[in-house]
């Protein structure tokens, strides 16, 4: 069992950051909004521009994006006579990202609103209200960073 070493300035590796690594796939405003749309069932592009506004040649490269990183996959249509188009739809991979869409919601109800935002997220089976929370393999609810510990895991490179 490899052994865990206390997180410090001077062990920690950020070239390593999966939050940097995350942020690179999906850190940009448009990305994020495509996905937010994408987990409100949108898939056709004119269907993500009409709900975005984004510029075209802005929302063609996110989307290009989200599928290279395999967030998204495009799958063909065909509208009876038109030409084949393609619609987006989440991987399991961009359905993990879920989570972080809620955070950020969460997080601007919170402290960007008076009030609850435009969206109410509900449980499909019980109606009662969705929400983010930390909890550890045991079950326990972590309420926050202070509560955590950060542990460097060992580089598969051997470094």
């Known amino acids: 069992m ?11 590796d950020r070239s390593r950051c999966s939050v940097a690594g995350t942020l690179a796939v999906v850190g940009e405003k448009w990305s994020l909004l ?3 749309e994408a987990f409100l069932g949108v898939r056709r592009f004119a269907d993500f521009q ?3 506004g984004a510029p075209k040649a802005v929302l063609t490269d996110r989307l290009a994006t989200l599928v290279q990183e395999g967030v998204l996959r495009r799958e063909p249509y065909r509208v009876e006579g038109s030409r084949q188009r393609h619609e987006y739809r989440l991987t ?3 359905r993990d990202l879920y989570p972080t869409l809620v955070a950020l ?10 009030g609850p935002g435009p969206l109410a997220l509900e449980h499909a089976d019980c109606g009662a209200p969705v929400r983010v929370a930390l909890v550890c393999d045991d ?3 972590v309420p926050g960073p202070r509560e955590v510990r950060a542990q460097r895991t060992p ?5």
Do not use: F
Not at 105 to 114: A, E, I, K, N
Not at 155 to 159: E, L, Q
């Open 2 to 12: 490899a052994t865990i070493t206390p997180v410090t300035e001077a062990t920690y």
């Open 34 to 36: 495509v996905l937010r």
């Open 50 to 52: 009409q709900a975005l």
């Open 92 to 94: 399991d991979k961009g």
């Open 105 to 114: 919601m969460q997080w601007g109800d919170r402290y960007l609103s008076d």
């Open 139 to 141: 079950g326990h609810e």
């Open 155 to 159: 580089d598969p490179a051997g470094r």
